[in-house]
């Protein structure tokens, strides 16, 4: 019988990656907190259906990192919504938390809203293009959350895209009028305590990725292209805004989600089956129906670490993505 093994995100929040293994073969993934339903109800379990059990944990990928570096989490996989936060693991040979990173996907921002809301109508009226979806923020008394901008790359891409905005609709102080300060107690929320909140009408609107809009079938606020960090087209656009974020610059650019397999990982060679089982055919079909978008894998870092059973199928989906 195949053995899955799933922790609920409360849980995955206080539960070490490495007390997560019940088998020396299961393979340890963490992964950003927005890919949860995608892991924890799709991926994950077609994945333990072919063998060993995937174990996970979810939380912002700034935050995995930290962990990551300083030894506190050890997982096979790292799957993180922003390259950056898998470069930072970079190092001096020897020293390194991690030597590559393969991207797969893409995303967008949107603002999701409960119909619960006493708001409702205004936000709706937003959605439909005939309220302008800055105006129906301001609404006085609406409330609005996003995630901690130095813990979760959502966070800070929440500033880009209203840095973006403010040159998009000529509007300065756009984003001090919506936001505050970058960690405005008043919006600033764990993830998993931002999406029970929203569902049960406690706010009134949250920043997503349209992954987690799809996945979780939310009513949205759609933002134009040129602003919502999702369109490759607009790349250069996107490059012109930057935000420092606890000493950190963070500068604009289509969002991607990316993958690796950790230099301390207890078993690499089951990380390996797991990234090759995401990158290829099912994974790929997985992936359209949790709303991400499948994109030709890209290489950081040195690519000679890449595993040499991985490469054959990061080459299978470049094709893939290509035909």
Known sequence: MK???????????????????????????????????????????????????????????TALANLIRDGLRTPDVFVSADTAAIASLFGDAGHS????????????????????????????????????WYDALATPGLRVARTDPAADPKGYRVLLVLELAEKFYKQPGLSQKLLGDQENPDQILPEESAIARLETGDIDALWVYSTEAASRGYDVIPLPPDIDLGEPAHASDYATTSVTVAGKTYRGAPIVYAVTIPTSAHNP???????????????????????????????????????????????????????
């Not at 007390?19 to 020396?24: F, H, N, T």
């Open 3 to 61: 053995r899955t093994a799933f922790l609920g995100i409360a849980a995955l929040a206080f539960s070490p990656l490495h007390s997560l293994r019940a088998q020396s073969g299961d393979v340890a993934v963490a992964y950003a907190g927005s890919l949860v339903d995608f892991m924890e109800k799709s991926l994950g379990p077609a994945f333990s259906a072919t063998g060993p059990a995937f174990h996970g944990e979810a939380k912002g990928s």
């Open 97 to 132: 938390s991690a030597r590559w990173f393969a991207t797969f996907a893409s995303t967008r921002m949107q603002i999701a809203y409960s119909k619960k809301s006493p708001h409702a109508q205004v936000l709706a009226s937003a959605a439909a293009g005939k309220t302008a």
């Open 269 to 323: 060679a089951g990380g390996a089956a797991f990234v090759a089982f995401l990158v290829g055919p099912q994974g790929r079909a997985l992936q359209k129906k949790a709303g991400l978008v499948s994109i030709a894998p890209m290489l950081g870092g040195d690519a000679s670490a890449v595993p040499a059973e991985l490469k054959t199928a990061l080459t299978q989906a470049q094709a893939a993505a290509g035909s």
